[in-house]
């Protein structure tokens, strides 16, 4: 069962997180949504504690994605900054309301580096590792996505109706 979300959009630092979030007490897939529907994400059996750093999953779930028990991690960054880095304008400023919309712990994209502590209270609880979040602060990290299959049709559909 997914036990915590990071949510944001393109290039607001989900696969960053999904990194700094995965020890050996915790397990957090990067954009989940490729490679698996939400139903078997919910049945995911893993012994850590497990997450989602997602870009999609707002929309996948839509108006349900409140009533999911997991703690959530809603990042913002401003629409301009994020079609600047993708190089392209693929984000429009409704993607970006959508998040206001979410329950959980929204930060600014600009304070995750400040709030390393706070967040990691609000998802995981115990077990902050201050040397490793510094370290990580200074590193860039993107989504390599090379040699993912393509989902079938089947998934696409069940993605698309929520189960």
Not at 84 to 103: E, P
Request: net charge neutral.
């Amino acid at each position: 069962m997914i036990e915590f979300m990071v949510i944001g959009l393109p290039r607001s630092r989900t696969t960053w997180m999904s990194n700094w979030l995965t020890t050996t007490g915790t397990f957090c897939l990067h954009d989940s949504l490729a490679q698996y529907t939400l139903s078997e994400l919910n049945q995911y059996t893993c012994k850590k504690t497990f997450g989602v750093a997602d870009t999609a999953i707002y929309q996948a779930m839509k108006g349900s994605i409140n009533s999911h028990p997991a703690k959530k991690l809603i990042i913002h960054r401003p629409i301009d900054e994020i079609n600047a880095s993708l190089g392209r304008h693929q984000v429009s400023q409704s993607d970006a309301d959508a998040l206001h919309d979410i329950k959980g712990m929204h930060v600014d994209f600009k304070d995750i580096n400040r709030m390393g502590k706070r967040i990691w209270m609000h998802l995981i609880g115990d077990g902050f590792d201050s040397e490793r979040f510094n370290e990580l602060t200074l590193m860039n990290v993107q989504p390599h996505f090379d040699g993912l299959q393509p989902m079938n049709q089947a998934k696409i559909q069940s993605w698309l109706s929520g189960n």
